[in-house]
């Protein structure tokens, strides 16, 4: 009982803290939030001052599974809230290209490494890769929202980062599950991959998210004619819509994390600028509250002992993984991109592709259908190193970024619902 009274306290005192000083850490700062958050957990856990023990708790890695999935879907929701109506089908082009060419080439870029620096099977190569492939909205939303996004990025170059991120996680099942089957099943994996990861988990999981949040929309509108819901329901009726569409999708065995992407897209889609409005204005703040205490959360399960094992060449790969993963294959992707796209902007969203709580529900998928722990270990440093790397980097490369592209706005610049709204891609 201790430990869940010191766990709930963890929490409430993290997000207290980093909520008096947010502003003041992004802009000030070469330290973000899920750092913050992630240092707090290491602090408390075995690995320094032993107050909380997750070993304790018992199936630590379903916990952590669950967790992430949940955090990623009330995040995801927030993803799909701050794009403007319309996004996706405008931008068809650009997102076609990161999700079907620079999705799968990062996929095979970072199996090789991992293959050649940690000399791992091929496989299991694969199983790593799968995971970390995806770019993570958690990381990616503390690095393209708040003052110094607004004020120094390019809202284009923010809405990719976001509705790729948004994209990717649920796309992610798709080369995890085929990761595992060809573990499993040999050659024989294919069928099942296309029969049931492909058409009933990702695609069908798709369609039901966007069934969820058509349907959320026109009750919503209905209930504003009728004058039967207040403006304070407005964020609670999108959380609720994430946690149902979660909820169902996975109980129906469908891709969750797409399904509430898909919700969120479709719902934001429909709803009016007014209801935007109210969403912008608190999604940002309560998408912090449920997605900080994951970081806390993974700092006290983190494998020390395995990481000392593995020595150097973890170091190496983690390195050669955050610099070739996804840069050297987006600039060769530009052209393709559509919206003439900028050398520097390709550069800036080649680096800011960060790895984080997906990577950790992929690691722990794989776990739960393989028992490779390698796979975790070598995936939870990644994502430390992630963290790390993409948020000391964030704020000081935002704002060259701004300054070398002459593009800054007022301080306290906030984009009304809908406005700003870029040109289609060609």
Known sequence: MNQLYL??????????????????????????????????????????????????????TVLLEEVARFTLAIGLMGVALRLPPGYVVAHRRTQGVLLGLLMPLMWLVCALLIYVLL?????????????????????????????????????????????ESGFNDGLGQLFVMLAVLLVLHGDGAWGTWF???????????????????????????????????????FLAYTLALALLTLGVARLLQMDGIIAVFAAGAVFSALASGQERAA????????????????????????????????????????LAVLLLRRLPTILLLRPLLGGRWHVREVVF?????????????????????????????????????SIVAHGMTATPFSKLYGRRAHHTKPPHHRRSPGAGKPPEDG
């Open 119 to 163: 000399d791992t099977p091929w496989l299991v190569a694969l199983l790593v890769a799968a995971a970390i492939t995806p770019t993570d909205p958690i990381v990616a939303t503390s690095i393209v929202t708040g003052r110094v996004a607004e004020q120094y990025l390019p809202a284009r170059m923010r809405h990719a980062l976001s509705a």
């Open 279 to 318: 969403e912008e204005s608190v999604q940002e703040s309560v998408s912090q509250f449920f997605t900080l205490p994951i970081f806390a959360f993974m700092g006290l399960m983190l494998p020390w002992d395995a990481w000392a094992a593995l020595g150097w060449p973890l170091v190496a790969a983690t």
């Open 7 to 60: 766990t709930t306290a963890m929490v409430g005192g993290i997000i207290l803290v980093l909520g008096l000083f947010s502003s003041y850490i992004k802009r000030r700062t070469w330290i973000s939030e899920p750092m913050l958050a992630l240092a707090a957990g290491i602090a408390l856990g075995p690995a320094w001052l032993d107050v909380l023990d997750p070993r304790a708790w018992g199936e630590t």
């Open 195 to 233: 029969g049931r990861t492909l058409l009933l988990e990702v695609v069908l999981g798709a369609l039901l998210g966007g069934l969820f949040g058509w349907a959320a929309a026109r009750l919503l509108h209905w209930a504003e004619r009728l004058e039967l819901i207040e403006r304070t329901s």
């Open 349 to 385: 969203m080649g680096w800011f592709g960060p790895i984080g709580i997906s990577a950790l529900m992929y690691a722990m998928v794989v776990l739960h259908h393989t028992g490779l722990e390698q796979v975790w270990h070598i995936v939870s440093f990644v994502v430390v190193g």
